[in-house]
């Protein structure tokens, strides 16, 4: 079910930054665990990052320029993306897991909650 906001997509240049935040305000339980997602022009969702009770792991492409964060106090989550690249325009899915929903790795199998999704473009 759609219950978390994306916002902080926008154009950028190559080598540009971009901040997404994941906003849960109106999901009253404690997320257990948060992901990212993309989907880019072509290709199916695929998914790039989760964080549960121990270390985020990342996908390859984006590991060392992307950084998975949350303020569980605030029940959001956030995206900090660096360098970034023509290749990772695409729209952004912030998903949430209740408890007991742990990563696998770099992906969340089992989301009880999905955000409408946030568009990035990179280009000069």
Excluded at 15 to 39: H, K, P, V
Excluded at 68 to 82: E, G
Aim: proline letters at 3%; a neutral charge.
């Amino acid at each position: 079910q759609l219950r978390l906001v994306e916002s902080g997509g926008g154009f950028v240049q190559p080598g540009g930054s971009l901040r997404l935040s994941c906003a849960a305000a109106e999901i009253t339980e404690d997320l257990f665990s948060i992901a990212w997602f993309r989907q880019t022009p072509g290709n199916e969702r695929e998914a790039l990052s989760c964080i549960d009770v121990g270390y985020p792991v990342y996908r390859n492409s984006v590991n060392g320029r992307f950084i998975i964060s949350r303020d569980k106090a605030k029940n959001m989550a956030f995206l900090q993306m660096n360098s970034l690249k023509p290749e990772d325009t695409g729209v952004y899915y912030c998903a949430a897991g209740g408890r007991g929903r742990y990563c696998t790795g770099y992906m969340l199998e089992k989301a009880d909650y999905w955000g409408q999704g946030t568009q990035v473009t990179v280009s000069s």
